[in-house]
């Protein structure tokens, strides 16, 4: 049974930094494109930032570049997500996903992910 765990979630003030991890298991994703999402109260799924197999390509939302980095360690089967500059507007439950392909037209689509975690919950507040 596959299973995506996502953690590293909780309370930071403006300006901070967390550190988001997501763990396989069940099967390895080496092969896939591995992406994180997240979703604010009341409002749609949105792209956050998406890592080819490899690792050698990156996507990032235009609300998050240069802050966010995006990163994957085939070996632990694992993805991660580093925020720095948090601002209150990145406050949301962070999802993370798995499709196979890269292709930028498409991997900014949450519709286009197979597999998902259960989300951890970021809060950016003073």
């Known amino acids: 049974q596959v299973q995506l765990v996502e953690s590293g979630g909780g309370l930071v003030q403006p300006g901070g930094s967390l550190r988001l991890s997501c763990v396989a298991s069940?099967?390895?994703?080496?092969?896939?494109?591995r992406g994180w999402f997240r979703q604010a109260p009341g409002k749609e799924r949105e792209f956050v930032a998406a890592?080819?197999?490899?690792?050698?390509?990156?996507i990032y939302a235009d609300s998050v570049k240069g802050r966010f980095t995006i990163s994957r360690d085939n070996a632990k089967n694992s993805l991660y997500l580093q925020m720095n500059s948090l601002k209150p507007e990145d406050t949301a439950v962070y999802y993370c996903?798995?499709?196979?392909?890269?292709?930028?037209?498409?991997?900014?689509?949450?519709?286009?992910?197979?597999?998902w975690g259960q989300g951890t919950q970021v809060t950016v507040s003073s």
């Open positions: 069940g099967r390895t994703f080496s092969d896939y494109t």
């Open positions: 890592i080819s197999s490899t690792g050698f390509n990156t």
């Open positions: 996903a798995v499709r196979f392909g890269f292709d930028t037209r498409v991997v900014v689509r949450s519709t286009a992910y197979d597999y």
